[in-house]
Nanobody, 112 residues
């Protein structure tokens, strides 16, 4: 079975940067699409970025120009580089792999 483990979260000041990592292990038969969701307190889970097997990455409006998603060739590891962070970026960030495999999340806190 496939497992996803996130790392890289923490506390950062507004305007700062963080780099999240997600590493997959287990039975991976082919390259899968991967990406990131996040969930802020009192809000629903929302898509942050998606990396398909081919073509350009896709971003939520709030992430465009600030966040960058990347991964290795076989999608064993996917990253989320986050720059110019804002307090509204605070939340738990979850890595996913299609179809429907989720990590346990990593906390990102942007202080005021």
């Amino acid at each position: 079975q496939v497992r996803l483990v996130e790392s890289g979260g923490g506390l950062v000041q507004p305007g700062g940067s963080l780099r999240l990592s997600c590493t997959a292990s287990g039975s991976i038969s082919s390259r899968n699409a991967m990406g990131w969701y996040r969930q802020a307190p009192g809000k629903q889970r929302e898509l942050v970025a998606h990396l398909a097997s081919s073509g350009p990455a896709e971003y939520a409006d709030f992430a465009k120009g600030r966040f960058t998603i990347s991964g290795d060739n076989n999608r064993n590891t996917v990253y989320l580089q986050m720059n110019s962070l804002k307090p509204d970026d605070t939340g738990v960030y979850y890595c996913y792999m299609t179809p429907g495999v989720w990590g346990q999340g990593t906390q990102v806190t942007v202080s005021s």
